[in-house]
C-alpha cells in the first residue's frame, strides 16, 4: 500500500488490535509504536523503555508489520531473550498484529520461528542413522530409576517426532532432559545436510525455509549473537530488526561468544572423534589439555600458562592430522558408508568433534588474551571444589553488536528497564551506539500506565547495619521475619548468593508458620508453581528469579532484597570490566558496578507491580541505597514507588494487604 503515511496506518491497525482485545490504545503504546515506525522507516536506531503493563509486544509488532506492509522493509527480525515471550508472540501477539496490519492496509504479513538447529528433533538420528549415545545418556551415576526415565523420555520424543508438524524441542509436553534430547538431535556441524536421505522432511531445514519465506522471523539473542561472530549467516537477510528485553542482549552474545572447556567436555569430544579417527596423538593432547587445566590455579589468566600452551598446540597438531587422514581415507569411508548406514552420521559427527577440537585450539592459543579481547579463567566453583573448567569470554562486544546488526539497518532496541539512574547512556555504550556513523540514535521512555507512588511502597532499612562478607546480618534477618509475618506470607525473596537464601528460610521457619519455598530445595518451575498457587507462601532464591517470576494479584504482596547487588569484586569479567573502564577514563565503579547493580535493582523491584490492581512492599534491607553517594542512581532506576524508612508503617500496610487477600 503506497501513498499513504506509515505512521498514520500503525496508528490504525495499533487501534484495531487492541479493539480486539476490548480496549484502547494506551498513550505509551501508541507512543513507542510511532517511534518504531518511524526508526524503521529512516533506517536508524531507537532505544525505548517500555513499562510493564504498557503493551510493548503490540507496541513494535504493529509498526514493524506495517512497515512490511509499505515497503518501508522487506524483512523483520524479532528477537527475545526468552522462551515465555518468543511463544506468547507467536501465539497470541503476532497473530493479532497481523490481523490488524491486513484489515488497515490489505497485506497479509507471514511470521516465522527460527531457533538454533539443535531445537529440533533429527529424523536421520532417529531412525539409527549416528552411532549409539549410550555413554551420553547413563552414567554411572544414574540410577537405574532415572536411566527408566530417561528411556522413557526417548520413547516418547519418538512418539512426537511421528506426530509433529515442527520437531521443535520447546513443542514437547512435558520437557525431557538434555541427555534425553541429545539422542534425537544433532548440531549444525553434525548434520549431513543435502546428503541425507530425509533432507526433505527434515525439521530444521524446513524451519528454515519458512524463515526464508517469511516477512517476519521470531528468533532469540542467542541466535543473534552467533548470527554477528559466524562468517556464515544463520538468519535469513533482513533490513529491520526489534530486540525485546533487550537489557538482556549484551549478556547473550556474550554467552555466545564464550569457550568453556572442561574435562568432560574434552572427554566427549575425544570419544566422538576417536570412533572414526583413532590416533594417539589425540589420545595424548587431549591427556595433556586435561592435566593442564588440572594443574592451572583458578582465577584469571592474563596469558598462557607454558603448560597450557603447550598442551593446546599440540590439541590443534593433533586434530588436523586427525582430519586429514580422515581426507585420505575416503575410498574405505565410502565401502563402510554403503554398507553401513551410521557410518555417514558416525563420520559428520568425528569431523565435527575434530572441528570443534581445532578452532578451540585456535581460539585459546590466538593473541585475543595478550591482547585484551579476550578474558580467561579458571572456574573451580564458588568452594573450589568442582571439576575446573578454562573460560574464554569476549571482553566487550560492543564493536561486534553494532557493526553486525545494528549497522545497515533500522533497529529498534526495547526492554522495560533500559534506562539505568534516568539516562540511556549505559545502554547505548553496551551496544555500540556511538560506533554508528550513519545512524541517528533516539531514545524514548514512554512510562508505564501503573501509579507507582499509589501501588507501592519502596522501604529501605536504614536502621540495619551494612551488609558485609558474611552476608546478610542478624538485625536485617529479624527485620525481614517481621515484615513476613505482617504479610502473612506473600513474599518474594530476593538474594545475591544461595547462603543468604538459605539462612532467611532457616530464620522464616521457626518465625512464621506460612509456607516457605527455597531455591535448591526442588525444581525451581515447581517451587515458583507451588508459590504462585498458595497466597500465604513465600519463596526465596538468587538469580533466576530477579528476572524470571511474573506473579501478579495478591500471591506476591512483599518483595525483599538482602542487599545491593554489586558483582563480586573478584569476578574475572567484572575485574577486566573495570581495567577498560579505567583506561577509558570512567569512573569503574559506576561504569561496571553500579550500572550493574541498578538493572538488577530495577528487574527485581519490578516484580512486585504487574497489574493496575496490584499493591505492595518492596523492601530493601542495605542502608546504602539511602545513605550511599551512589543511592540516588540507584533509586532512580527503579520504579517510583512511594518511599519510606518507617518499619511499624510497611508493616500496617503489609497487615491491611493481608486482611484484603483474605
Known sequence: MTGQDPAELTARALSAAVADLGGEPRPGQSAMAKRVIETLSEGHLALIQAGTGTGKSLGYLVPAMTALATGEASRVVVATATLALQRQILIKDAPLAAEAVRATTGSAITVAVQKGWHHYVCLHKLN???????????????????????????????????????????????????????????????????????????FAVRARARAAEADLVVTNHTLLGIQAASEVPVLPEFDAL???????????????????????MLARLHRTAAREFPTTHLDDAVAAVEEAIEEAPAGRLRALSPALHDAFLLLGSAASE???????????????????????????????????????????LSDSIAAGADVAWIDRGRDGSEAP?????????????????????????????????????????????????NHTVTDLDVGSPFNYPKQGIIYIATHVPRPDRDGISEEA???????????????????????????????????????????GEGQLSQLVDDFLADESASLLGTLSLWQGVDAPGTTCRLVVIDRIPFPRPDDPMIEARNELATSRRQNAFMTVSATHAALMLAQGSGRLIRTHSDRGVVAVLDPRLK????????????PQMWPTSETRLVKNALARLREQAG
Request: some cysteine; aromatic content about 4%.
Open 242 to 264: 526489534i530486540v525485546d528485553e533487550a537489557h538482556d542482549l549484551v549478556s547473550r552474545v556474550t554467552q555466545a561468544g564464550t569457550l568453556q572447556i572442561s574435562g568432560a
Open 477 to 519: 534477618l529479624d527485620v525481614m521475619a517481621e515484615l513476613v509475618e505482617a504479610s502473612g506470607g506473600g513474599t518474594l525473596g530476593l538474594f545475591s548468593s544461595r547462603r543468604g537464601a538459605e539462612r532467611a528460610a532457616e530464620r522464616l521457619r521457626v518465625s512464621i508458620d506460612t509456607p516457605v519455598y527455597v531455591q
Open 389 to 437: 573448567r578454562l573460560n574464554i569470554s569476549p571482553l566487550d562486544v560492543a564493536p561486534l553488536i553494532a557493526n553486525e546488526l545494528l549497522a545497515e539497518r533500522g533497529a529498534v532496541l526495547t526492554s522495560a528497564t533500559l534506562s539505568l539512574g534516568g539516562s540511556f547512556a549505559a545502554a547505548k555504550a553496551e551496544v555500540g551506539a556511538h560506533l554508528l556513523a
Open 627 to 638: 545513605i550511599a553517594r551512589y543511592g540516588g542512581f540507584l533509586a532512580a532506576s527503579m
Open 322 to 364: 586427525a582430519s586429514e587422514a580422515g581426507r585420505t581415507d575416503s575410498v574405505t569411508t565410502g565401502a563402510r558408508r554403503t554398507a553401513d548406514p551410521e557410518a555417514t552420521g558416525a563420520r559428520a559427527q568425528a569431523k565435527a568433534a575434530l572441528l570443534e577440537l581445532s578452532e578451540m585450539a585456535v581460539r585459546v
Open 128 to 202: 539409527g542413522g549416528y552411532p549409539d549415545e549410550g555413554e551420553t545418556l547413563f552414567t554411572e551415576d544414574d540410577t537405574a530409576a532415572a536411566a527408566g526415565t530417561l528411556g522413557d523420555q526417548i520413547l516418547r520424543l519418538r512418539e512426537f517426532a511421528k506426530e509433529s508438524d515442527t520437531g521443535d524441542r520447546d513443542d514437547v509436553t512435558p520437557g525431557v532432559h538434555d541427555r534425553a534430547w541429545r539422542q534425537v538431535s544433532v548440531s549444525r556441524q553434525e548434520c549431513l545436510g543435502s546428503r541425507c536421505e530425509l533432507f526433505e522432511d527434515c
